[in-house]
């Protein structure tokens, strides 16, 4: 199977390759809890690239709001509920304003790119056929 985060070869009953597995094991221990410093710090830790992080948190799964939507979301109802408002933001919110607003990402350090995926080895299937040159 295909890594559905990075389109890597994932493993043949796996849906996720082990570093994008990590990324979200990482992220799911610190949403809510770190901020995106921290968060990258962690990443850093653990030895995964950017191109890679990047990847999984930009994927929108099935049509759902990506984690850095999730992340964005959970921390301004942190900041919200400080403030004594009731948080209800959801990363579907969050996902509307970007989109509205993709020039400005003041969100994190990274500058999320749409086509950062790294691609270590595997051969890359191109789905869509824009790309006819092939630079092998
Ligand atoms: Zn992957």
Redesign the pocket.
């Known amino acids: 199977m295909r ?1 559905r ?2 389109r ?1 070869h ?1 493993g043949l009953f796996r849906s ?2 082990p ?2 597995i990590r990324v979200v094991e990482i992220f799911e221990r610190s949403v809510g809890r770190a901020g995106w410093t921290e968060l990258v710090d962690r990443f850093a830790a653990a030895g995964l690239t950017k191109p890679q992080v990047d ?1 999984v948190l930009d994927a929108e799964i099935g049509g759902e709001p990506s984690l850095r939507d999730r992340m964005t979301a959970e921390m301004a109802n942190v900041l919200l509920r400080n403030l004594g408002m009731p948080g209800r933001q959801s990363p579907a919110d969050v996902r509307k304003i970007r989109r509205g607003a993709n020039e400005a990402s003041s969100e994190g350090t990274w500058i999320s790119s749409g086509d950062a995926c790294p691609s270590e080895g595997a051969p890359q299937e191109q789905d869509h056929g824009e790309d006819t040159a092939r630079t092998a």
């Open positions: 890594c985060y990075c890597n994932a996720s390759c570093s994008c990847c």
